[in-house]
């Protein structure tokens, strides 16, 4: 006959073994979920594009097609190259970096960009932006830009942009840079100078031709005559340390690919 003591000892040797089977099958669960939760990231992490203003509408149409050809999703960054520059020498981390010519090299330099990777993309000019349905200034000529720019209430651009530069010296080319500086609205955010014109608080903006023409409530009024013309030019390279150099080198070797040419020319790119 078993006695009280021995059926007691009985069911707590039960609860011990259910007790440790579940610590056991607990353990073994949170070590499947850690160990998936390890290697998610590396296998599914999304690409960190930062790209020029000036390529975003490029980009942004290339966008399904890029994420369809290299199997991964891209998350992208869009302002001017300059402030993306400095980000990106602060330790701001990154795959792929589509940027002004002049600043990929300096990034290159810095190695911050893997010199075999930089890839020459594209090239756009500049132009003259108005609010929707304005009626469009002749610019047709240097002294037919000039003379607008003299009789325009307010011109905006952006002080830290790839054109500004350009702009500065057109003035100069002019001999109106005096003349214009009471009428400048300058605004370093991104999009901003195209937002005044489109909101009526700016006249005119200048920078380059993608900028003007896929922004909402502006109107290219025509590109720079050609005495006056500057081309800037665009280009990629992958980071010293991406999270998946063979995805980020794909990206950009499929914008550089005839497949991309045409989106890159109806965003007002010429193709190199």
């Known amino acids: 006959m078993i006695s009280m003591t021995n059926v007691e000892e009985i069911v707590k040797l039960q609860t011990w073994r259910r007790s440790k089977f579940l610590v056991l099958t607990v353990a073994a669960t949170l070590g499947f979920i850690f160990l998936l939760a390890g290697k998610t990231p590396a296998q599914s ?96 000529t240097a002294e037919a830009l000039k003379r607008t720019l003299l009789k325009a209430k307010s011109v905006s651009f952006n002080p830290s942009g790839a054109s500004a530069a350009h702009i500065n010296a057109m003035f100069a080319q002019l001999e109106i840079a005096e ?3 009471p009428k400048l609205l300058l605004d370093p955010v991104a999009g901003a100078p195209q937002k005044h014109v489109a909101e009526g608080k700016a006249e005119l903006v200048i920078t380059l031709i993608p900028e003007i023409k896929f922004f909402p409530g502006v109107e290219l009024a025509g590109p720079l005559p050609g005495d006056l013309q500057s081309y800037i030019s665009f280009s990629a390279g992958v980071a010293a340390n991406p999270h998946n150099a063979d995805a980020a080198m794909a990206l950009i070797k499929y914008i550089a690919s005839p497949a991309a040419a045409s989106t890159l020319k109806a965003s007002a790119m010429e193709p190199h």
């Open 179 to 181: 003349a214009m500086k």
């Open 45 to 140: 992490a999304d690409l960190s594009v930062f790209t020029s203003d000036g390529m975003k509408p490029a980009v942004e149409a290339l966008e399904p097609q890029i994420e369809q050809s290299i199997g991964r999703k891209l998350s992208p960054h869009f302002d001017a190259s300059k402030t993306l520059r400095d980000e990106i020498l602060s330790g701001a981390p990154f795959d792929v970096a589509i940027l002004t010519s002049d600043v990929i090299d300096e990034l290159v330099k810095q190695g911050k960009i893997a010199p075999a990777t930089r890839t020459d993309l594209a090239r756009t000019g500049m132009g003259v932006g108005i609010r929707s349905g304005a009626a469009k200034p002749d610019i047709s």
